[in-house]
């Protein structure tokens, strides 16, 4: 099979579908790979990076889209190259389509097969090729937040591990899932004071067992929060109730209640956020002021660190990838129902429940589609 890579062209993304490293396995497979000149440079990763992995390089978007028999991205396609996908043709990709009915209506329209990363699955009824951008967010978010507790960010000028004598900072962080628990633990590591709240008995006994005394762990309620905001340094939200815009937990009131140049993380910004003063940010502009707290609001983490990025992603999609080019969409997705589940459009018929419910379109089943 003929693989794409075309350089992603969503403004301020640095990421791309597949490393030099991941070429190679393809290669190694017996697949061809082509990738579009420059896509990896946003990784570090040269055009002479790609050929000594086996693939050979196009000049354009327009040629990899021609050839390839499946085109393998990070971002959803844009208006632009959802015009070039063709009939048949295999799109491996996050697509996130439920809130986006014009780039659904193009796919469909397009005829090609869709596969998102965002909803294939896995035993524990977890969202795999999802969880390492929440790992990412997650430990950045710690990071974004030190930095904005400094001077010069308009923070309050305290540093997150304090020093022997000065007491640590202290970090709230609200909703202990897989973006909640990797700020814990950067935070730990960094000997700050920290607070991991969230309202699932089980995430919450294991977050005890797992942290023990380097971290409290206390069910949410808006009583402990509108306590704890008061005197924290560095609070990030990290709360998602699924299918759902994440719940306003921190409102505009609390701000008030709290301690000039204190930091809002707000990780679950691309959900809405769950503090009220939310509003989404990049990374050219990532943080604003409200009542003198200042709020870190970027709706796409991960992208700061498109190495780190790109090179966790491939780690969870690369199997899928060589499946699919191995047995072909259909005998790939016969074999995983996990993968299966990652289909989401296939030959213009829609074949994903939630993406029909949400966007009002009719839709068949995946197995429909693969039989
Ligand atoms: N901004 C970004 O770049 C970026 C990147 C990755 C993920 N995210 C977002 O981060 C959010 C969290 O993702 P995740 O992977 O950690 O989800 P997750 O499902 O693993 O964890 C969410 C946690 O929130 C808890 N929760 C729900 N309601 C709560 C409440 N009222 N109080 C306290 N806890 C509550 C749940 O019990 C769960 O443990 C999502 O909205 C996700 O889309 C954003």
């Given at each position: 099979m003929l693989i794409g890579v075309p350089k992603e062209i969503k403004n301020h993304e640095y990421r791309v579908g597949l490393t030099p490293e991941s070429v190679a396995e393809l290669v190694h497979a017996g697949q061809k790979v082509v990738v579009e000149t420059g896509a990896g440079l946003?990784?570090?990763?040269?055009?002479?990076?790609?050929r000594a992995?086996?693939?050979?390089?196009?000049?354009t978007a327009v040629n990899i889209f021609k050839r390839a028999d499946m085109i393998v991205k990070v971002k959803e396609p844009q208006p632009v190259e959802c015009k070039m996908l063709r009939k048949g043709q295999i799109l491996y990709t996050y697509l996130h389509l439920a809130p986006d009915p014009k780039q659904t209506k193009a796919l469909l329209k397009s005829g090609c097969i869709g596969i998102a990363y965002e909803t294939v699955t896995s035993d524990g009824g977890e969202l795999p090729l999802l969880k390492p951008m929440?790992?990412?967010?997650?430990?950045?978010?710690?990071?974004?937040?030190?930095?904005a507790l400094q001077k010069e960010h308009k923070g309050r000028g305290v540093l997150l591990g304090g020093v022997p004598g000065v007491a640590p900072a202290k970090v709230v962080i609200i909703g202990g899932g897989v973006v909640g628990f990797n700020a814990a633990q950067m935070a730990v590591g960094l000997q700050a004071d920290v607070t991991i709240l969230d309202r699932d008995p089980d995430v919450m006994e294991d977050l005890s067992n797992y942290f023990k005394a380097s971290a409290k762990v206390l069910r949410s309620t808006p009583a402990v929060?509108?306590?704890?905001?008061?005197?924290?340094d560095l609070v990030v939200g990290a709360v998602l109730v699924p299918g759902a815009a994440a719940p306003k937990l921190v409102s505009r009131a609390m701000l008030k209640t709290m301690q000039p140049g204190a930091v809002l993380v707000d990780v679950a910004i691309d959900q809405g956020g769950c503090f009220e003063t939310s509003k989404a940010t990049t990374h050219a502009d990532p943080t604003y002021i409200v009542d003198d707290i200042v709020h870190y609001c970027v709706a796409n983490m991960p992208g700061a660190?498109?190495?780190?990025?790109?090179?966790?992603?491939?780690?969870?999609?690369?199997?899928?990838?060589?499946?699919i080019a191995r047995k072909g969409w259909k005998q790939a997705c016969l074999d995983n129902e996990h993968l299966k589940e990652g289909l989401n459009v296939a030959e213009g018929k829609l074949t994903y429940a939630a993406v029909g419910d949400a966007l009002g379109l009719k839709y068949i089943s995946a197995d429909e589609a693969l039989t």
């Amino acid at each position: 099979m003929l693989i794409g890579v075309p350089k992603e062209i969503k403004n301020h993304e640095y990421r791309v579908g597949l490393t030099p490293e991941s070429v190679a396995e393809l290669v190694h497979a017996g697949q061809k790979v082509v990738v579009e000149t420059g896509a990896g440079l946003g990784i570090g990763a040269d055009d002479k990076a790609y050929r000594a992995a086996g693939a050979t390089i196009s000049k354009t978007a327009v040629n990899i889209f021609k050839r390839a028999d499946m085109i393998v991205k990070v971002k959803e396609p844009q208006p632009v190259e959802c015009k070039m996908l063709r009939k048949g043709q295999i799109l491996y990709t996050y697509l996130h389509l439920a809130p986006d009915p014009k780039q659904t209506k193009a796919l469909l329209k397009s005829g090609c097969i869709g596969i998102a990363y965002e909803t294939v699955t896995s035993d524990g009824g977890e969202l795999p090729l999802l969880k390492p951008m929440s790992q990412v967010a997650g430990r950045l978010s710690i990071q974004a937040g030190a930095t904005a507790l400094q001077k010069e960010h308009k923070g309050r000028g305290v540093l997150l591990g304090g020093v022997p004598g000065v007491a640590p900072a202290k970090v709230v962080i609200i909703g202990g899932g897989v973006v909640g628990f990797n700020a814990a633990q950067m935070a730990v590591g960094l000997q700050a004071d920290v607070t991991i709240l969230d309202r699932d008995p089980d995430v919450m006994e294991d977050l005890s067992n797992y942290f023990k005394a380097s971290a409290k762990v206390l069910r949410s309620t808006p009583a402990v929060l509108a306590d704890l905001v008061r005197t924290a340094d560095l609070v990030v939200g990290a709360v998602l109730v699924p299918g759902a815009a994440a719940p306003k937990l921190v409102s505009r009131a609390m701000l008030k209640t709290m301690q000039p140049g204190a930091v809002l993380v707000d990780v679950a910004i691309d959900q809405g956020g769950c503090f009220e003063t939310s509003k989404a940010t990049t990374h050219a502009d990532p943080t604003y002021i409200v009542d003198d707290i200042v709020h870190y609001c970027v709706a796409n983490m991960p992208g700061a660190v498109a190495r780190t990025s790109t090179y966790a992603l491939n780690a969870v999609t690369l199997s899928h990838a060589k499946a699919i080019a191995r047995k072909g969409w259909k005998q790939a997705c016969l074999d995983n129902e996990h993968l299966k589940e990652g289909l989401n459009v296939a030959e213009g018929k829609l074949t994903y429940a939630a993406v029909g419910d949400a966007l009002g379109l009719k839709y068949i089943s995946a197995d429909e589609a693969l039989t």
